[in-house]
DNA sequence: TTAGGGTTAG
């Protein structure tokens, strides 16, 4: 584009450099700028606002800021275009104080802030914990009078995707006062309210949408049904699904299926089936998601027989089962048993780009384990290992496994290995080292356990003690002096804790060894 | 710059 024998001007040097940021290439934009210097071509107000927004939009906003500066020392005037992509680029890195001397300096040379920039703003204040100054500045914009429906939208959804609900339904307020209603102002007040979980007063909202001469659309409903069924309200969310359909606004079945879900996790799978049917009548064609739905609630339900009817159900309507599905059909599998067909789900998942996950690994481990398949189980916690996967569960399914079977030395390694990787964690997991660490003759590390428990703020439960029970017992602690520690703990449980812990640390503490049969302790 | 569905165990 440069040709030799052409003086390029300054116009083509910023359409060049336009170009070149917009399509990533900073390096070539630098060099042009070397080139422009070496020709003696000046950059104008222009070329600086490219350089500006292109840094903002690379975000680097040191670069931009710098530019700024640059400008301003070759003496050309920062326009309109200049104030207003460097105060929103500021202003969404809520940088307060950059962001208040540019309006400063706007606000000297009479600079009007755009619209788009003023809702930034409102963001800005709203996360430095400025609620004041934010609708100090909004205001600002709503008495000149010039606000659109996107602003104030805009500006409604600043306060209540952070819950001012107050201050979402005073803009509301503003904009109804100020200029006619639309069905936006209505879907960011209605998904304010649900953020505040105000719900009765979002369905209040939406149902006064009529008066206002106002139909909702998409958004309005499905905003509202999706709030609904996140707030275990599925039967108001259908009510509103089939006013949805009526309205003829329903194109696929996300809505329904956000509703059948919202059955399923309150428990009402009857409800469910029962949308899933009426959704079907209506011609509305489900989608792997929605199966998905259904066939993981029956899996949770360990109900075979109903989560294979939708599993074929799906596939005669010509659609594949992906990982989701299988990875609920090895649980419901492992639930009751069924390990051939475990074996066989698992193997379907191996051809998933996601695959073998931690969850399906150690569903197999579970089957393995409980039917005391060493090998088997081993080769898939080796897997899962080398690939730096394997968890809490998988070890301590494996260290159950090993301790079932007899395997105190295999199993006391992988106590030590969880120990040693921080993935002892749970109370379960505690209680089963501690478990194994009481029949394996281990007082010492039952004792360190126990302690590295309490300091990491786990509450020990009646299986704890039950296993340093069984420590002190064969430490030579007659019965009945256990039996009055429980029953000091159960009557309170603080300071019955701390009389188990020096208890045990004065029996045990006194040992020099711990299982004097083992040469790895 | 309005909203959006599914799998996580002992």
């Not at 020709?39 to 600086?48: E, M």
């Not at 309170?492 to 045990?508: N, R, Y």
Request: glycine share 6%.
């Amino acid at each position: 584009m440069l040709r030799e024998g052409i003086l390029p001007t300054t116009v083509t040097f910023n359409t060049m450099i336009h170009m070149c940021g917009n399509n990533g290439r900073m390096e070539e934009v630098a060099s042009l700028m070397r080139k422009m210097e070496g020709l003696q071509c000046h950059p104008d107000t222009r070329t600086y606002n490219i350089l500006i927004s292109l840094h903002a939009k690379h975000d680097n906003i040191e670069m931009a800021a710098t530019y700024f500066k640059i400008m301003k020392d070759a003496s050309l005037e920062p326009d309109a275009v200049t104030y207003r992509t460097l105060l929103y680029a500021f202003s969404i890195r809520n940088m307060v104080s950059e962001a208040e001397k540019l309006i400063l300096e706007m606000d000297k040379k009479d600079l009007q802030i755009d619209e788009f920039t003023q809702s930034a703003l409102t963001r800005m204040y709203l996360e430095a914990g400025m609620v004041e100054m934010s609708w100090s500045w909004f205001q600002r914009f709503h008495l000149a009078g010039k606000m659109s429906s996107e602003c104030y939208s805009a500006n409604i959804d600043a306060y209540g995707e952070r819950g001012h609900i107050s201050e979402a339904e005073r803009a509301f307020n503003c904009c109804s006062e100020g200029k006619r209603l639309t069905v936006l102002e209505f879907n960011v007040m209605i998904k304010a309210y649900g953020i505040s979980k105000k719900y009765n007063e979002a369905c209040y909202l939406f149902d006064s949408m009529e008066k206002h001469g106002l139909s909702p659309d998409k958004c309005s409903y499905s905003s509202l049904i999706q709030m609904l069924a996140g707030a275990d309200l599925p039967l108001k969310a259908a009510s509103y699904v089939r006013e949805m359909k009526e309205a003829g606004l329903v194109d696929d079945c996300i809505p329904y299926c956000a509703v059948i879900s919202s059955f399923v996790k309150v428990g009402q799978l009857e409800m469910a089936v029962s949308l899933f049917d009426e959704m079907i009548v209506f011609g509305i064609k489900p989608d792997v998601v929605v199966y998905g739905v259904l066939i993981n609630a029956f899996a949770d339900m360990g109900s075979v027989k109903d989560a294979t009817k939708y599993l074929v159900e799906m596939r005669n309507s010509g659609l594949e089962a992906n990982a989701v599905i299988y990875t609920s059909l090895i649980k419901l599998y492992t639930k009751v048993g069924y390990l051939r067909e475990a074996q066989e789900t698992y193997k379907m998942l191996q051809s998933f780009e996601e695959g073998l996950d931690v969850y399906s690994s150690n569903c197999m481990i579970d089957l393995y384990s409980e039917r005391s398949m060493v090998k088997q189980a081993e080769e898939i916690f080796e897997h899962l290992k080398k690939k730096g996967n394997a968890n809490e569960f998988s070890y301590a399914m494996m260290l159950c496994m090993y301790r079932r079977n007899g395997m105190f030395k295999e199993a006391i390694q992988n106590a030590r290995k969880m120990k040693e990787l921080g993935l002892l964690t749970d109370l379960l997991s505690y209680n089963n080292v501690l478990g194994l660490c009481a029949s394996d003759g281990r007082y010492k590390e039952a004792l360190a356990t126990y302690k590295e428990m309490l300091s990491s703020a786990i509450q020990p439960d009646d299986s704890t003690f039950k296993s340093l029970g069984i420590v002190l017992l064969k430490c030579g602690v007659p019965k009945e002096a256990i039996s009055k520690l429980e029953s000091m703990r159960k009557k309170d449980p603080q300071s019955g804790v701390q009389e188990w812990t020096s208890a045990l640390s004065s029996v045990i503490g006194v040992l020099d060894t711990d299982s004097p049969d083992s040469k790895d302790a």
